[in-house]
């Protein structure tokens, strides 16, 4: 399949997508287009630094493209979808990487037979590490679905999933990166008011986290094990953990999920 893609938003998402898709050589830089709502400065830079057209011209975007993708704020995605029911064809594939934007509300505006997929990468696509999930609409043949799987693996790993699942997928994997980093900000200032300084404290916690990360991904077993075979009875651990434990940890953890995934239904309900 030719590949010419459109991205309408130029955020920090849209510019990890671009810099994966640059990198892999999946399309030519020439076959990237670029363009947002009024920042033209924004523009330039992504010009400059990855080589893309930045073009004001949306409908001559449209139709030079057969692959869209949909990277603008969420309060901006009814507006353009509504714009673009006028321009879309069944050859274009429409992928958004809208938070709460549902694949519903895509083909309800845009119309019967275009191909729409959602897809939830986070932020971690800036370094290519992003866990992008990725649900099909009614229209799309696997063909595209592949390539949709293909274009988001230039940022990281994929996941096909069923679209109810996505509020959850929303909150674990979308706003995960913020929860870990969280826990790091408050095991920092611990270490840091016991006597140790910033700089070593973020060191050691940096390479903590990627070796918990490889842990997960390649021993084969799962958390709970893990947790255990470092856990030694009486031991420092096992201290720290009755600590957590005490103070609701686990509870507070859950409730910042459900929060997450609650706010993802209401921007979906919003957006119908």
């Known amino acids: 399949m030719d590949k010419t893609i459109a991205f309408f938003g130029a955020g920090n998402l849209a510019e990890a997508i671009i810099a994966g898709i640059t990198r892999s050589n999946v399309v030519s830089n020439e076959q990237v287009l670029v363009t947002n709502r009024s920042d033209n400065t924004r523009l330039d830079l992504l010009s400059e630094k990855y080589g893309v057209q930045c073009n004001r011209n949306k409908e001559e975007m449209i139709q030079e493209a057969n692959i869209i993708i949909l990277a603008m704020k969420p309060k901006d995605a009814g507006n353009y979808l509504n714009w673009l029911k006028d321009y879309i064809k069944p050859h274009h594939v429409v992928i958004s990487v809208i938070a709460g934007l549902s694949i519903e509300q895509m083909e309800k505006t845009l119309g019967e037979g275009i191909p729409v997929i959602r897809t939830m990468p986070n932020t971690s696509a800036l370094i290519g590490q992003s866990a992008t999930a990725i649900s099909r609409g009614s229209y799309v043949e696997l063909s595209q679905l592949y390539l949709a799987e293909e274009l988001f693996q230039t940022v990281g790993t994929t996941k096909i999933v069923d679209e109810k699942d996505m509020h959850t997928i929303t909150a674990i994997a979308g706003s995960g990166p913020a929860f870990f980093y969280y826990m790091v900000e408050s095991m920092e200032k611990a270490a840091v008011e016991a006597g140790l300084d910033r700089e070593t404290a973020l060191e050691l916690l940096t390479q903590t986290v990627i070796g918990a990360g490889k842990m997960l991904e390649s021993s084969g077993e799962d958390p709970e094990q893990?947790?255990?075979?470092?856990?030694?009875?009486?031991?420092?651990?096992?201290?720290?953990l009755n600590q957590l434990m005490t103070n609701g940890f686990d509870k507070a953890v859950r409730a910042c999920v459900d929060g997450a995934r609650e706010r993802s239904i209401e921007i979906t309900n919003a957006q119908k």
Do not use: Q, V
């Open 226 to 240: 893990l947790r255990i075979n470092i856990t030694s009875p009486s031991g420092t651990t096992e201290a720290g």
